[in-house]
């Protein structure tokens, strides 16, 4: 008798077990719910031989013949700059920035406006401190392009996620603005 019981105790635990939500299938169901949003804009002011004063990015490398001044033609393929840029809250150039957005972006496609980035959102503001890591491509034709967020530091510790940028506005090849609007789906 004492063995059938314990068999009937661990068949109902073992049902209870298999029917109970885990803390697995509940990761599961909120997979695609953001734990944290933030939406920040970074402005970029690329050096062009005449504006050293207010530049925040340069060209530090270009195909052969070139002028690291200008871009080079034909979609820009070869040029890698590098960039400091002001991020603000709001797409004013002149607003108070909240930290910087510092990296590197090249271009890496012959036959469209392409470009690999890899920076860090820098900030330190009131409402946040630390940093957030960015690496993927950045279709520049397309209206929005999705980055992913692959760690970061501070208030941000070990967050990832996908960065949604969209080209705010530009003035020729000297200044854009990118919108970017982060979604983190791992927060600790």
């Not at 661990?10 to 997979?31: M, W």
């Not at 200044?175 to 600790?188: A, N, P, Q, S, T």
């Amino acid at each position: 008798m004492k063995a059938r019981s314990y068999l009937t105790l661990i068949f109902i635990l073992t049902i209870l077990l298999l029917s109970s939500p885990s803390s697995h299938a509940k990761k599961k169901n909120n997979k695609h719910k953001p734990c944290k949003q933030l939406v920040l804009f970074f402005h970029d002011i690329i050096y062009n031989g005449h504006n050293k004063a207010n530049a925040t990015s340069t060209i530090v490398a270009s195909p052969e013949g070139s002028n690291r001044t200008i871009l080079a033609g034909e979609f820009h393929f070869g040029n890698v700059a590098v960039f400091d840029d002001p991020i603000t809250v709001d797409n004013d150039l002149h607003s108070p920035p909240v930290g910087r957005a510092q990296g590197m972006y090249f271009y890496d496609t012959k036959n469209t406006y392409t470009a690999w980035l890899g920076f860090s959102f820098s900030l330190n503001s009131t409402e946040y401190q630390g940093s957030i890591n960015f690496v993927g491509a950045d279709p520049l034709m397309n209206r929005t392009r999705d980055i992913s967020i692959v760690g970061g530091t501070g208030d941000f510790f070990m967050h990832r996620g996908v960065a949604t940028v969209m080209t705010d506005a530009y003035e020729g090849e000297v200044y854009f603005r990118l919108r970017v609007d982060m979604k983190f789906y791992e927060c600790w």
